[in-house]
Nanobody, 113 residues
Framework: QLQASGGGLGQAGGSLRLSCAAS????????VDWYRQAPGKQRELVAT???????VYADSVKGRFTISRDDAKNAMYLQMNSLKPDDTAVYYC?????????WGQGTLVTVSS
């Protein structure tokens, strides 16, 4: 089970931090991803951190967002800085684990100008 938190209302130029925690016995997370889906648009991949620690970002968030993880807590984070109204979307975490792949339930981020 994935529990996401940290969404809400942010202002342009501000920051928000999203969190996602996985629960379950003997769960080992390899890759973590953050996706987002804006109203009327397809879900898009925002950031990835592989099991080796390599990070990849969508061009639209590069230099503003940072993905990280805490394997001891089975948790992952998305630090979002310099927010823009175009960042408004429902954000989802997605993990690849030894027990399968799972989506978080989504958390809404709204950025006002």
């Amino acid at each position: 089970q994935l529990q996401a938190s940290g969404g809400g209302l942010g202002q342009a130029g501000g920051s928000l931090r999203l969190s996602c925690a996985a629960s379950g016995r003997s769960v080992r997370i390899s890759e973590v991803d953050w996706y987002r889906q804006a109203p009327g648009k397809q879900r898009e991949l925002v950031a990835t951190e592989t099991s080796s620690g390599r990070t990849v970002y969508a061009d639209s968030v590069k230099g503003r967002f940072t993905i990280s993880r805490d394997d001891a807590k089975n948790a992952m984070y998305l630090q979002m800085n310099s927010l823009k109204p175009d960042d408004t979307a429902v954000y989802y975490c997605y993990v690849t684990t030894n027990r399968g792949n799972y989506w978080g339930q989504g958390t809404l981020v709204t950025v006002s100008s």
